[in-house]
């Protein structure tokens, strides 16, 4: 039988203790599993990462490669023989693993959706026979066009139409959301939905349409920064450092089981400013580039106007939240990666 730390209680906060934990990390050699392996191994916890490579990258565990209390396996989740039993011996799981990318997700909608909900309900299935608490990385693209200000957990949520592929994103993250509810109230899984907004940081690649790390790539490169439609659009940004701290005090925290909990930062800029003030911190002369969106995206295809979170619930439960600011976050990407 498993055994887990007990409760105990700090800074008004139910945490379980920090003992030596068994830890499973779906996407661990992605750009944010990676971060969080690294801050599990630091603690001191064993992790196992099942990673598929698919977009990840095993250099992004170059740090943590030949750690004695890390091991990797490069499978699919639900290709994995052996999910039921590393699942029943892990203390918790982030589950982290998915197709992402907004250019990914609207080339391949059919890969996009079977990754998103086959992995998931295999994960899921696996931890819910040994009541493995069970952390889900979802995603703030399941607001949709929203219209509010801020985004609330509570909100409802308005997705647009099957012909735009995006849209196959929100929807299968959307759909693990609800498998994961259900597992909690059919089977009493313990389970946490994080629904992440922008993350940036080192390791996260421009490849699959992610716009800071594009941008910087190409301001350096002294190419055009191109911009996606009328760059009016808002979006706020969170440093992978703060997204991995809150996703780790939520997983600790038994009273944010059952709940979906917004991670994100909150200082939104248009994307046209982006542009412009990642140009002046690398120094750089190129030119802004606007590009219609049907040039970069195959098929109908719609952008959302602005994207930010409400952080209340977050800050409620673990006392935190993100805490790097725009000008730090642009400086880091251009200093540090
Ligand atoms: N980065 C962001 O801004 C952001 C925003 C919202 C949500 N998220 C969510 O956070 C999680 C991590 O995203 P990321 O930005 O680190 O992306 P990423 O692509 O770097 O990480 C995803 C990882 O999952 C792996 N993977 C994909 N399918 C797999 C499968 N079937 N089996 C095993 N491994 C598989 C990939 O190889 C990759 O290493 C995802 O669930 C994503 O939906 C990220």
């Known amino acids: 039988m498993k055994v887990r730390a007990p409760p105990v209680r700090g800074a008004g906060e139910e945490l379980l203790a920090m003992a030596r934990q068994h830890i499973l990390v779906t996407g661990g050699a992605g750009f944010i599993g990676s971060h969080l392996v690294e801050r599990l191994l630091a603690e001191g916890h064993r ?17 943590v490669t030949r750690h004695p209390e890390l091991r990797i396996r490069i499978e699919r ?14 203390h918790c799981i982030y589950h ?17 959706i079977h990754t998103n909900l086959r992995e998931t309900e295999a994960l899921l299935a696996a931890a819910s026979r040994g009541q493995t608490p069970v952390l889900l990385a979802s995603t703030s693209e399941v607001y949709g066009k929203s219209g509010k200000p801020l985004f609330s957990e509570t909100d409802d949520l308005l997705i647009g139409p099957p012909n735009f592929g995006r849209w196959s994103y929100a929807c299968s993250k959307l759909m693990d959301e609800f498998l994961a509810m259900a597992y909690a109230q059919e089977r009493g899984l313990p389970v946490v939905v994080a629904r992440l907004f922008n993350t940036v940081g080192p390791r996260q690649t421009g490849r699959f349409g992610m716009v800071l790390p594009r941008l910087v790539a190409a301001a350096r490169a002294g190419k055009p920064l191109e911009v996606y ?11 992978v ?23 994100g930062g909150t200082e939104e800029i248009s994307i046209l ?7 002046q911190a690398c120094g750089s002369r190129s030119i802004i580039k606007r590009i219609p969106y049907r040039r ?27 805490r790097t600011p725009l000008a730090e976050i ?8």
Not at 229 to 239: K, Y
Not at 274 to 279: D, F, G, H, N
């Open 77 to 90: 989740v639900s290709d994995c023989r052996d999910l039921p039993r590393l699942a029943r011996q892990a």
């Open 96 to 112: 982290l693993a998915a197709a992402v990318g907004v250019q990914l997700v609207a080339r391949f909608p059919i890969r996009t």
């Open 229 to 239: 439609g009328s760059g009016r659009q808002t979006r706020s940004f969170c440093w």
């Open 273 to 279: 400013d982006l542009a412009r003030r990642v140009r």
């Open 330 to 337: 642009i400086r880091r990407l251009v200093v540090e990666t």
């Open 296 to 322: 970069v995206f195959p098929g109908d295809f719609e952008d959302l106007q602005h994207r930010c979170p409400d952080l209340r619930r977050l800050r409620r439960l673990t006392g935190f939240r993100p």
């Open 47 to 63: 992790v196992v990462v099942i990673d598929d490579l698919s977009t990840g990258r095993l250099s992004n565990l170059k740090a």
């Open 241 to 263: 450092g703060d997204t991995v701290e809150a996703l780790v005090r939520l997983q600790n925290l038994p009273a944010a089981r059952g709940l979906v909990v917004n991670i």
